[in-house]
């Protein structure tokens, strides 16, 4: 058998709704490469920061392994994280929304249920207090914040309401 074809993605120059994979014309996301690659393709990605989750439509078999490689001398930063636009309040806290189409599904696909991990709780936190710890966290450089849920909300968010 031949081998696979190579799928070239570029955070800078990709697309992933005009881009055809090529080294000319990249996708921009793994995943966009990950959803095309058949057993014994490989998958070059090309320098930059990809934030996205990558869930591959399939796999490879023992002898031809889909492979996802960082291009020739080039960075390749993935993160499962997101940047969000945060706005400062008059009472020096800051706030950010986090919509829906922020998050993926667990399967993957376009039709599944998006999960939100921070209406998911850790665990319970005795009492409906706002301070939900939840599975989504927050971090700055290292250092994780603690989130602050809207009160009328915070027994559902927390399932501290029973």
Not at 32 to 38: I, M, N, R
Not at 102 to 111: P, V
């Amino acid at each position: 058998m031949l081998p696979g074809r190579s799928w070239h993605v570029s955070a800078a120059t990709g697309s992933d709704e005009r881009g055809n994979g090529t080294a000319s014309n990249p996708l921009k996301s793994i995943s966009a490469a990950a959803a095309l690659a058949q057993p014994g393709d490989v998958v070059l990605v090309h320098g930059g920061e990809y934030r996205e989750r990558v869930a591959p439509a399939r796999g490879g078999t023992a002898s031809l392994p889909i492979t996802y490689m960082a291009a020739a001398g080039e960075h390749v930063a993935i993160k499962g994280s997101n940047e969000l636009n945060w706005t400062a309040r008059p009472d020096g806290t800051h706030v950010a929304g986090l919509p829906l189409t922020l998050f993926d599904t667990l399967d993957g696909s376009a039709e599944g249920e998006r999960y939100n991990p921070f209406l998911q709780p850790l665990e319970r936190c005795g009492g409906c207090s706002p301070h939900a710890v939840t599975t989504g966290q927050i971090f700055v450089g290292n250092t994780r914040l603690d989130k602050e849920f809207p009160s009328a909300s915070a027994g559902e968010v927390a399932a501290c309401a029973e």
